[in-house]
């Protein structure tokens, strides 16, 4: 069974920076694409990024983009999301997620929790 | 970028079916069959149930179903058990500048 576990989710003050990391396990990482979701408290999922297979490709939401980075290593079969100057707002659980059929989210992973506060 | 409209939660008595309606728009749901449902369960992370707006991934019980009919979706959960009380989220493909997904904000499904 395909497998997915974040690590690095952390207290970090406003203003401050953090590397959220995906390790993947149990089917050909480097054949999809990956994207990293959140859930801030009592809200809704929101998508937040997506690589390409080949690193080729990435996108943001509007909410993130210009202050996170998406990044990927095929060898070490883990995607990597850095996250600067982080607000309040950010705080969430985030969760990655292999891209599958249709455009939809097949695998998830456990989720790690980010906490932006002073 | 705007969110779907889930209602925030649904229920139903063991055995009988219940739909949660998905609304967008004509640049989301509208535009794409791409329109996925997940379940997420207390303490577990979310796992796919529907994709491709009505098509289920292996090992997905066909008690859930859906449908799509303009800027609206729908999923159907017949024949309702106790283990399907849970959140439920939809999600749709919105690539216009770039692809992004969009989600709905999530249905407390409750089962009485």
């Known amino acids: 069974q395909v497998q997915l576990v974040e690590s690095g989710g952390n207290l970090v003050k406003p203003g401050g920076s953090l590397r959220l990391s995906c390790a993947a396990s149990r089917f050909t990482f480097s054949d999809y694409y990956m994207t990293w979701i959140r859930q801030a408290p009592g809200k809704g999922l929101e998508w937040l990024s997506y690589?390409?297979?080949?690193?080729?490709?990435?996108n943001y939401a509007d909410s993130v983009k210009g202050r996170f980075t998406i990044s990927r290593d095929n060898i070490e079969k883990s995607v990597f999301l850095q996250m600067d100057s982080l607000r309040a707002e950010d705080t969430a659980v985030y969760y990655c997620?292999?891209?599958?059929?249709?455009?939809?989210?097949?695998?998830w992973g456990p989720g790690t929790i980010v906490t932006v506060s002073s | 970028q705007s969110a779907l409209t889930q209602p925030p939660s649904a229920s139903g008595s063991p055995g009988q079916s219940v739909t949660i309606s998905c609304t967008g728009s004509s640049s989301d749901i509208g535009a794409y069959d791409y329109v996925s449902w997940y379940q997420r369960l207390p303490g577990k992370a979310p796992k796919l149930i529907i994709y491709e707006v009505y098509k289920w991934p292996s090992g997905v019980p066909a008690r859930f179903s859906g449908s799509k009919s303009g800027n609206t979706a729908s999923l159907t959960v017949s024949g309702l058990q106790a283990e399907d009380e849970g959140d439920y989220y939809c999600?749709?493909?919105?690539?216009?500048?770039?692809?992004?997904?969009?989600f709905g904000g999530g249905t407390k499904l409750t089962v009485l």
């Open positions: 999600a749709s493909y919105a690539g216009n500048n770039g692809p992004y997904w969009v």
């Open positions: 690589i390409s297979s080949d690193s080729d490709y990435t």
């Open positions: 997620a292999r891209l599958g059929p249709a455009n939809s989210f097949d695998f």
